[in-house]
């Protein structure tokens, strides 16, 4: 908001004419950079991927995008051709290296975990050996999740998915399908599939008071509200024992 403020300067013999000075308006922000870096961190100090297959139960494998369209890359100096990004606050993930990401899965399978960070509004297609396996939620371009992905996966209005993946080899690229701000950088993981459950629904209990829990689990810690019981689950085998 422009302000106009009027002072006299007396002097001998001179009347002054009323000067005015006007606050000039504010330089506008510098827009968010969305987990991208203009100088990469240099191979001494940067958390890189291992070389070879992607490790399964590993930390976050942060990978870098850019527009609508596009196939994504590693960061640098992980991927000597894709551009620099900020790693997570939390410590709990490195840069990956250039795609496809490899694995091998075991007998039972994995998970894998893709979500957006930094910038809200990114979206991803997944594909597996050439194939697409699916894309990350839908979500308004509104709003920041930050650096760290344990953070933005547990958040709804960030994009994510989980997609479960049988035994054997496994070759990952990910394509932006919506990149709103032209550029940034996200993450995955892989995962052992979770343990078997047998659940049984909960029909009769007594008055439950609604109640706050602590969870943790591979994409770290959360706090939830518990409402009512509705499954009792407990630990199964989907081999038949005779």
């Known amino acids: ?4 403020f009027h002072f006299a300067i007396a002097l001998v013999g001179v009347l002054s004419m009323p000067a005015f000075a006007q606050q000039q308006p504010a330089a506008p922000a510098s827009p ?13 100090t940067a958390r890189m991927a291992p070389a070879g297959p992607v490790v399964i139960s590993g930390p976050w494998n942060e ?6 369209g596009s196939f994504a890359k590693g960061c640098a100096p992980a991927d000597s ?3 620099g990004c900020s790693p997570s606050s939390a410590g709990n993930s490195h840069f990956a290296s250039a795609p496809p990401w490899t694995f091998v899965a075991p007998s ?3 998970t894998l975990t893709v979500t957006d960070a930094f910038l809200k509004g990114d979206s991803f297609e997944i594909f597996d050996s050439g194939v697409s396996i699916g894309t990350t939620s839908a979500v308004a371009a509104s709003g920041a999740c930050g650096s760290d992905p344990a953070v933005c996966v547990s958040d709804p209005t960030v994009s994510h998915g989980v997609f479960q993946l049988g035994p054997g080899a496994h070759s990952i690229t990910i394509k932006a399908q919506n990149s709103p701000f032209g550029a940034g950088a996200a993450y995955f993981r892989v995962d052992p599939k979770r343990d078997h459950f047998l659940c049984y629904r909960v029909q009769d209990h007594e008055r439950f008071r609604p109640r706050e829990v602590v969870t943790e689990d ?11 019981p ?13």
């Open 32 to 44: 968010p950079d969305n987990g991208m870096t203009e100088r990469p961190q240099s191979p001494g």
């Open 81 to 83: 051709g894709g551009p």
């Open 63 to 68: 990978f870098s995008f850019s527009a609508t």
């Open 218 to 228: 591979q994409f770290g810690n959360a706090k939830l509200r518990v409402l009512q």
């Open 1 to 4: 908001m422009k302000s106009t």
């Open 230 to 242: 509705e499954l009792l689950c407990v630990p199964a085998s989907k081999t038949e024992v005779k």
């Open 108 to 110: 039972d399978g994995v």
